[in-house]
């Protein structure tokens, strides 16, 4: 099992002590927090079910797209509320998304975890830019 | 197998295409009057209407096969005949909600 055509990625991390990679995690059990991201993925995602039908309808209920409308239904609770929640959890679906696209693609485990961070803080970068926009409309003067 | 390919197209599409058109948009409404001119006009035209159509159709497919992935979560909807029936349906419906959507803004609103 340890011939040449083995020595594949698994190989680096492998302690000399004669297991196989899979013998060294055997009988450890669960590290408890597997599940973690693949269950908060699907919780951001029923919320962007909801929240996505919220924006679409409120969108076309507007009585038109001019920037004082817009900026009017902005302002209000209802319409600042939800959209603060659209905006940051769109963001923080996407960086869940794009993290299994990554581990999908990427094989090499330090090109992994360059990806993630160069995902994560575009995200958290562009994301606060757009929170900043809608506090803006809610909160700052007219320019 | 294509509905799992099209998730993840069309996510990834929302992901880069949808979030920096979303923040663009909110940027340019809390801007000056002249900045969401600029948006209307660029969003208006022939493909900035294309780049809308298609990030609408990605939200619809994204959402409609994510309500699918939803289901076979909980462990339903895994028998051959209705996990395709259920897989053709996303594309239906998405087709269908992207057309009633740009019918309704360009026929009804514009």
Redesign the interface.
């Known amino acids: 099992m340890t011939g040449p055509k083995d020595m594949g990625r698994h190989d680096r991390t492998s302690v000399p002590d004669g297991k196989s990679p899979l013998g060294q995690v055997r009988g450890l059990g669960s590290a408890r927090h597997g599940g973690d991201h693949w269950i908060r993925e699907?919780v951001s995602?029923?919320a962007?079910?909801l929240l996505?039908i919220w924006f679409?309808v409120s969108l076309?209920l507007l009585p038109d797209?001019s920037?004082p409308t817009?900026?009017e239904w902005?302002a209000s609770p209802l319409g600042f509320v939800p959209m603060a929640l659209f905006?940051y959890l769109?963001?923080d679906h996407?960086v869940d998304?794009?993290k299994v696209?990554i581990d999908d693609y990427q094989g090499d485990e330090g090109g992994r975890m360059m990806w993630h961070l160069v995902s994560l803080f575009l995200?958290v970068g562009?994301?606060a830019?757009?929170l900043?926009?809608?506090a803006?409309?809610a909160f700052?003067a007219t320019? | 197998m294509a509905t799992s390919i099209l998730h993840?197209a069309t996510?990834?599409a929302?992901?880069i295409g949808?979030?920096?058109l979303?923040?663009w948009w909110?940027?340019s409404?809390?801007?000056?009057?002249s900045g969401?001119a600029d948006f209307?006009k660029i969003a208006g035209s022939p493909l900035g209407l294309l780049v809308l159509i298609g990030l609408s159709w990605s939200?619809f497919q994204h959402?409609l096969s994510?309500?699918r992935h939803?289901i076979m979560?909980v462990g339903a909807g895994f028998e051959l005949g209705r996990n395709k029936a259920m897989a053709i349906a996303t594309w239906i419906g998405a087709v269908i909600l992207t057309v009633a959507?740009w019918a309704?803004i360009l026929g009804v609103r514009a």
């Open positions: 699907r995602s029923i962007l079910l996505g679409i076309l797209w920037q817009i900026r902005l905006v769109s963001f996407s998304g794009l696209v995200h562009v994301g830019l757009a900043f926009a809608l803006k409309i700052g320019s | 993840r996510g990834i929302l992901s949808g979030l920096l979303l923040t909110l940027l409404l809390a801007g000056a009057a969401y209307g939200f959402t994510g309500i939803l979560d959507l309704y």
